[in-house]
């Protein structure tokens, strides 16, 4: 079964504290891709970035970090020094080689920082 | 500017009106989609078009109908809708229907109300 799990479904931090988004999948495929979404209260769904199965590197993009661990299958992502602009919605998502790479979205997570 | 329009933004409908919902590209992808958001539930995959012919139907009630002219313009055609319809519709496209570089681009929605 392909399904993706974000089990916080709201988290309020103060700006400029770090917060973990945390994100654990399930898959059959061994070869899949792993993506988050960031979505503000415009609606639109905005590209953050797609792991592949293979790569376990973690990666730092400015303040935003992944961290990548098959062995517990997550995928979890941390802001470092949030601030009131990283307010929205979090979907991490699964795309599997095997299964028609369908797109399988968790429920999201909803992040406020407070000022 | 995400590269993916939507419209319109926001529309209610009742239950015996027929209403359009437009999408349209200019990415160069040649796949489409459409997705339903609602409250609390993961993103929910209803058509997906590669090339303009339906590859996909997850088991989407027939008062949903959609229509790919050409690899830029995706319609979702609504009539006799439920309540239960009500939700933010996302449209998206990406170039093959597999988990690209970039994933999906995403449109900002349609804030649909079914009364």
């Known amino acids: 079964a392909q399904k993706v799990t974000q089990a916080q479904t709201e988290i309020s931090v103060v700006e400029k504290e770090d917060v973990t988004l945390d994100c654990v999948y399930e898959t059959r495929d061994t070869t899949y891709y792993l993506f988050w979404y960031k979505q503000p209260p415009s609606g639109e769904l905005v590209f953050l970035i797609r792991r592949n199965s293979f790569d376990e590197q973690n990666e730092i993009s400015g303040r935003y970090s992944w961290n990548f661990q098959k062995s517990t299958s997550s995928f979890n992502f941390t802001i470092t020094a949030s601030q009131v602009v990283d307010s929205a919605v979090y979907f991490c998502a699964l795309s599997g080689v095997w299964t028609g790479n369908q797109f399988y979205f968790g429920t999201g997570t909803s992040l406020t920082v407070i000022p | 500017e995400t590269g993916v329009t939507q419209t319109p933004r926001h529309l209610v409908m009742g239950m015996t009106n027929k209403k359009s919902l437009k999408c349209e590209q200019h990415?160069?992808?040649?796949?489409m989609y459409w997705y339903k958001q609602s409250a609390k539930k993961p993103l929910e995959l209803m058509f997906v078009y590669s090339l303009e012919e339906r590859v996909e139907n997850n088991s989407v009630p027939s008062r949903f109908s959609p229509e790919c002219p050409n690899s830029s313009h995706l319609f979702l055609h609504l009539h006799t809708l439920q309540p239960e319809d009500s939700a933010l519709y996302l449209c998206a496209s990406s170039q093959g229907t597999g988990g690209s570089p970039q994933g999906y681009t995403f449109g900002s929605g349609t804030r649909l109300t079914v009364v």
């Open positions: 990415l160069g992808h040649n796949a």
